[in-house]
């Protein structure tokens, strides 16, 4: 089960075959943006249910998934909108073509994705990319309109991990930078700044505010009627940012424990 952020006209030219379709905004868990089975959802419908896979996707099972079945012959056309997860499985022996052209969403997107953040000043070490990554987000989700995102970073962030990370066969490199205070039963993953990264910090927030204001109208102005792409999208961003502060290892505990 996949999507595709392109349009997919879908020939069956000889055989049967049957799809699942399920629009954007279904949890099907896809794998995190930074792995290598991007836009892959982890779930194997075909698997039967068990205890064990309703723990791991509780969003899946049981039942809490609806899709389009579709059944295709010779001659049949089917068209797949952008983002819209499907699954595909032959019926009897086949013969199909699938034509993938681009779509408006690839192209406004990534015209969000393009936009220069100014990072520059923070590029010495990864504590300082961190927390430039960390104070762009917050103001990023705070200049978005509500119909595309109204949680909190951490609300945001947590939701991101439980969806792409915490459900991987794999566990995570701890954030070296997380410090834990068991008295206080608190954590941080930024130590006291010195005199030089409060100033720095201080003299790039206005850049950054502006910056994420004209983030956020690129993507309000994104045209869908689905907003759950944006979603999507935010989510990818989100990794991406991280991945370039911390590093593809550290990049899911810091989602996880940083991101608040």
């Known amino acids: 089960t ?5 349009h997919n006209v879908f020939v069956q030219v000889q055989g049967t075959k049957r799809f699942l379709l399920f629009p954007p905004g279904t949890e099907l868990y896809s794998y995190p943006n930074v792995h290598r089975c991007y836009r ?11 205890t064990a896979l309703t723990a791991r996707f509780p969003l899946v099972y049981p039942g809490a998934v609806t899709a389009y079945e579709v059944v295709l012959g010779p001659g049949d056309i089917l068209y ?7 699954r595909v499985e032959s019926v009897r022996l086949s013969l199909s073509l699938s ?28 504590d300082l990319r961190a927390r430039a990554v960390h104070m762009y987000l917050t103001l990023l989700l705070s200049h978005l309109p509500s119909n595309v995102v109204s949680t909190s970073l951490a609300e945001f ?42 100033a720095l910090v201080e003299e790039s927030r206005e850049k950054m505010a502006s910056t ?7 993507l309000g102005a994104v045209k869908t009627s689905n907003a759950a792409v944006k979603v999507i999208f935010l989510r990818d961003y989100f990794e991406q940012l991280v991945r370039w502060a911390v590093g593809p290892d550290y990049t899911a505990a810091f989602i996880a424990d940083c991101l608040k």
């Not at 797949?80 to 499907?86: A, E, S, T, V």
Request: aromatic share 12%; charged share 15%; with cysteine.
């Open 40 to 50: 892959q959802s982890q779930v194997h419908l075909e698997e039967p249910r068990t």
């Open 212 to 218: 994420a204001h004209k983030v956020a109208a690129l």
């Open 80 to 86: 797949i909108p952008p983002f819209w997860q499907h």
């Open 2 to 6: 996949h999507y595709d952020t392109q």
């Open 99 to 126: 034509i993938l052209s681009p779509s408006y969403l690839e192209a406004a997107l990534a015209e969000v994705y393009w936009e220069n953040v100014p990072f520059g000043a923070f590029q010495a070490t990864r």
């Open 157 to 198: 962030s947590q939701q991101l991990y439980a969806t792409r990370f915490a459900s991987l066969d794999m566990r995570h490199n701890k954030y070296p930078g997380l410090i834990t205070d068991k008295a206080k039963g608190s954590s941080s993953c930024f130590p006291p700044p010195d005199g030089n990264t409060t």
